[in-house]
Protein backbone atom coordinates (compact mmCIF):
# COMPACT_ATOMS: atom_id res chain seq x y z
CA UNK A 1 0.00 0.00 0.00
CA UNK A 2 1.09 3.44 -0.74
CA UNK A 3 2.52 5.75 2.52
CA UNK A 4 4.10 8.78 3.00
CA UNK A 5 6.11 9.85 5.84
CA UNK A 6 7.38 13.11 6.68
CA UNK A 7 10.27 12.66 8.81
CA UNK A 8 10.40 16.34 10.17
CA UNK A 9 7.20 16.87 13.12
CA UNK A 10 8.55 20.66 13.86
CA UNK A 11 10.94 23.16 12.35
CA UNK A 12 11.69 26.26 13.05
CA UNK A 13 13.27 28.94 10.73
CA UNK A 14 14.28 32.96 10.55
CA UNK A 15 12.01 34.69 8.30
CA UNK A 16 14.35 35.19 5.08
CA UNK A 17 16.13 32.31 5.67
CA UNK A 18 15.76 28.99 3.42
CA UNK A 19 13.02 25.76 4.04
CA UNK A 20 13.08 22.67 2.92
CA UNK A 21 10.72 19.99 4.02
CA UNK A 22 11.17 16.46 3.39
CA UNK A 23 9.12 13.88 2.02
CA UNK A 24 9.35 10.22 1.46
CA UNK A 25 6.77 7.98 -0.39
CA UNK A 26 6.51 4.44 -0.87
CA UNK A 27 4.71 3.66 -3.66
CA UNK A 28 5.22 0.83 -6.45
CA UNK A 29 4.26 2.53 -10.01
CA UNK A 30 5.03 6.22 -10.47
CA UNK A 31 3.31 8.38 -7.95
CA UNK A 32 1.26 11.12 -8.18
CA UNK A 33 2.56 13.53 -5.47
CA UNK A 34 1.46 16.48 -3.92
CA UNK A 35 2.38 19.11 -1.29
CA UNK A 36 -1.03 20.75 0.59
CA UNK A 37 -0.74 23.57 2.97
CA UNK A 38 -2.96 24.32 6.06
CA UNK A 39 -3.07 27.84 8.04
CA UNK A 40 -4.44 27.55 11.67
CA UNK A 41 -8.11 26.70 11.45
CA UNK A 42 -8.36 26.88 7.59
CA UNK A 43 -8.62 24.12 4.92
CA UNK A 44 -6.05 22.30 2.87
CA UNK A 45 -4.46 24.80 -0.05
CA UNK A 46 -2.87 22.84 -2.80
CA UNK A 47 0.93 24.13 -3.04
CA UNK A 48 1.72 22.01 -6.18
CA UNK A 49 1.84 18.59 -7.51
CA UNK A 50 4.11 16.06 -9.69
CA UNK A 51 2.26 13.84 -11.92
CA UNK A 52 5.02 13.56 -14.64
CA UNK A 53 7.83 14.93 -16.77
CA UNK A 54 10.22 18.07 -15.40
CA UNK A 55 11.06 16.94 -11.74
CA UNK A 56 11.51 20.00 -10.16
CA UNK A 57 7.98 21.47 -9.85
CA UNK A 58 6.79 25.09 -9.27
CA UNK A 59 4.10 25.67 -6.91
CA UNK A 60 1.82 29.01 -5.63
CA UNK A 61 4.15 31.36 -3.28
CA UNK A 62 7.28 30.65 -3.78
CA UNK A 63 7.72 27.26 -3.25
CA UNK A 64 9.16 24.23 -5.46
CA UNK A 65 9.21 21.09 -4.85
CA UNK A 66 12.32 18.20 -6.65
CA UNK A 67 10.54 14.73 -7.71
CA UNK A 68 13.98 12.01 -6.77
CA UNK A 69 13.02 8.82 -7.74
CA UNK A 70 16.09 6.92 -6.39
CA UNK A 71 15.93 8.63 -3.30
CA UNK A 72 12.21 8.32 -3.30
CA UNK A 73 11.21 11.78 -2.17
CA UNK A 74 9.46 14.63 -2.83
CA UNK A 75 11.29 17.51 -1.17
CA UNK A 76 9.21 21.11 -1.04
CA UNK A 77 11.89 24.29 -0.79
CA UNK A 78 11.17 28.48 -0.51
CA UNK A 79 14.70 30.05 -0.76
CA UNK A 80 13.28 32.87 1.02
CA UNK A 81 10.59 32.45 4.16
CA UNK A 82 7.94 34.73 5.08
CA UNK A 83 5.78 34.94 8.22
CA UNK A 84 3.27 33.96 6.47
CA UNK A 85 4.68 30.78 5.51
CA UNK A 86 4.16 29.64 9.56
CA UNK A 87 1.17 26.31 8.84
CA UNK A 88 1.02 22.89 8.75
CA UNK A 89 2.70 21.37 5.46
CA UNK A 90 1.43 17.94 4.25
CA UNK A 91 2.77 15.61 1.43
CA UNK A 92 0.60 13.43 -0.29
CA UNK A 93 0.15 10.58 -2.68
CA UNK A 94 -2.58 9.63 -4.92
CA UNK A 95 -3.45 6.22 -5.97
CA UNK A 96 -6.98 6.97 -6.28
CA UNK A 97 -7.60 8.67 -3.20
CA UNK A 98 -4.93 11.09 -1.15
CA UNK A 99 -2.22 9.32 1.46
CA UNK A 100 -1.12 11.81 3.73
CA UNK A 101 1.93 12.29 5.52
CA UNK A 102 1.66 13.28 9.18
CA UNK A 103 2.80 17.01 8.27
CA UNK A 104 5.43 19.17 9.43
CA UNK A 105 4.76 22.16 11.45
CA UNK A 106 6.45 25.18 10.24
CA UNK A 107 7.30 28.21 13.05
CA UNK A 108 8.55 31.48 11.54
CA UNK A 109 10.41 33.86 13.82
CA UNK A 110 11.11 37.22 13.28
CA UNK B 1 -11.81 30.87 -9.12
CA UNK B 2 -14.50 28.05 -7.88
CA UNK B 3 -14.08 26.48 -5.11
CA UNK B 4 -15.68 23.80 -2.47
CA UNK B 5 -17.83 25.44 0.41
CA UNK B 6 -19.14 23.35 3.30
CA UNK B 7 -21.49 23.82 6.12
CA UNK B 8 -22.03 24.25 8.77
CA UNK B 9 -18.57 25.53 10.26
CA UNK B 10 -18.33 24.03 13.38
CA UNK B 11 -20.94 21.16 14.45
CA UNK B 12 -21.57 20.44 18.22
CA UNK B 13 -23.72 17.58 19.21
CA UNK B 14 -24.54 14.92 21.48
CA UNK B 15 -23.19 11.60 21.33
CA UNK B 16 -26.15 8.91 19.91
CA UNK B 17 -27.19 11.84 17.85
CA UNK B 18 -27.22 12.16 14.04
CA UNK B 19 -25.38 14.80 11.98
CA UNK B 20 -25.42 15.61 8.08
CA UNK B 21 -22.35 17.24 6.93
CA UNK B 22 -22.86 19.04 3.43
CA UNK B 23 -20.28 20.09 0.86
CA UNK B 24 -20.64 21.86 -2.22
CA UNK B 25 -18.11 20.40 -4.83
CA UNK B 26 -16.58 22.25 -7.77
CA UNK B 27 -19.75 22.27 -10.26
CA UNK B 28 -17.96 20.34 -13.24
CA UNK B 29 -16.16 17.99 -11.18
CA UNK B 30 -17.31 14.21 -11.47
CA UNK B 31 -15.30 12.62 -8.22
CA UNK B 32 -16.21 13.54 -4.97
CA UNK B 33 -14.49 12.99 -1.69
CA UNK B 34 -14.51 12.80 2.50
CA UNK B 35 -11.37 13.16 4.71
CA UNK B 36 -11.20 13.82 8.68
CA UNK B 37 -8.36 15.03 10.39
CA UNK B 38 -8.89 14.24 14.29
CA UNK B 39 -7.05 17.00 16.04
CA UNK B 40 -3.20 16.63 16.14
CA UNK B 41 -3.23 13.45 13.83
CA UNK B 42 -2.63 13.25 10.49
CA UNK B 43 -5.40 13.43 7.36
CA UNK B 44 -7.56 10.28 6.68
CA UNK B 45 -9.47 9.06 3.75
CA UNK B 46 -13.00 7.97 4.34
CA UNK B 47 -15.01 7.87 1.19
CA UNK B 48 -14.78 8.42 -2.56
CA UNK B 49 -17.87 8.97 -4.42
CA UNK B 50 -18.29 8.91 -8.53
CA UNK B 51 -21.32 8.25 -10.58
CA UNK B 52 -23.94 8.31 -7.84
CA UNK B 53 -22.14 5.37 -5.69
CA UNK B 54 -18.95 4.90 -3.87
CA UNK B 55 -15.43 4.05 -5.32
CA UNK B 56 -13.84 3.37 -2.31
CA UNK B 57 -14.31 3.63 1.54
CA UNK B 58 -11.25 3.07 4.27
CA UNK B 59 -12.02 0.38 7.40
CA UNK B 60 -13.53 3.72 9.55
CA UNK B 61 -16.34 4.19 6.82
CA UNK B 62 -18.27 1.57 8.87
CA UNK B 63 -22.15 1.19 8.98
CA UNK B 64 -22.84 4.20 11.01
CA UNK B 65 -21.50 6.49 8.47
CA UNK B 66 -23.24 7.31 4.59
CA UNK B 67 -23.00 9.65 1.56
CA UNK B 68 -25.51 11.02 -0.65
CA UNK B 69 -25.65 12.83 -3.62
CA UNK B 70 -29.11 14.22 -3.12
CA UNK B 71 -29.52 16.46 -6.18
CA UNK B 72 -26.86 17.96 -8.29
CA UNK B 73 -25.05 19.87 -6.63
CA UNK B 74 -24.99 18.61 -2.75
CA UNK B 75 -22.54 16.03 -1.63
CA UNK B 76 -23.55 14.86 1.74
CA UNK B 77 -22.03 13.01 4.61
CA UNK B 78 -24.23 11.65 7.29
CA UNK B 79 -23.27 9.39 10.69
CA UNK B 80 -26.00 7.96 11.93
CA UNK B 81 -24.81 7.96 15.83
CA UNK B 82 -21.87 10.05 16.81
CA UNK B 83 -19.46 8.78 19.00
CA UNK B 84 -16.83 10.89 20.88
CA UNK B 85 -14.57 9.22 18.82
CA UNK B 86 -16.09 10.67 15.59
CA UNK B 87 -14.88 14.09 16.86
CA UNK B 88 -12.91 15.38 14.19
CA UNK B 89 -12.68 18.24 11.10
CA UNK B 90 -13.73 16.77 8.49
CA UNK B 91 -13.09 17.83 4.81
CA UNK B 92 -14.87 17.57 1.74
CA UNK B 93 -12.50 17.59 -1.83
CA UNK B 94 -13.49 17.06 -5.30
CA UNK B 95 -11.55 16.22 -8.86
CA UNK B 96 -12.66 16.57 -11.92
CA UNK B 97 -11.28 13.02 -13.05
CA UNK B 98 -9.90 9.83 -10.81
CA UNK B 99 -6.16 10.94 -10.35
CA UNK B 100 -6.72 14.80 -10.78
CA UNK B 101 -5.85 16.72 -8.17
CA UNK B 102 -8.64 17.29 -5.13
CA UNK B 103 -9.60 20.67 -4.23
CA UNK B 104 -10.42 21.04 -0.82
CA UNK B 105 -13.29 22.77 1.71
CA UNK B 106 -12.57 24.92 4.22
CA UNK B 107 -13.23 22.31 6.73
CA UNK B 108 -16.64 21.20 9.17
CA UNK B 109 -15.32 20.97 12.62
CA UNK B 110 -17.62 18.35 14.44
CA UNK B 111 -17.67 18.47 18.25
CA UNK B 112 -19.43 15.35 20.01
CA UNK B 113 -20.14 15.99 23.67
Known amino acids: AQSVTQPDIHITVSEGASLELRCNYS??????LFWYVQSPGQGLQLLLKYFSGDTLVQGIKGFEAEFKRSQSSFNLRKPSVHWSDAAEYFC????????FGAGTTVTVRA | EPEVTQTPSHQVTQMGQEVILRCVPISNHLYFYWYRQILGQKVEFLVSFYNNEISEKSEIFDDQFSVERPDGSNFTLKIRSTKLEDSAMYFCASSPGDTDTQYFGPGTRLTVL
Open chain 1, 92 to 99: AVDDYKLS
Open chain 1, 27 to 32: YGATPY
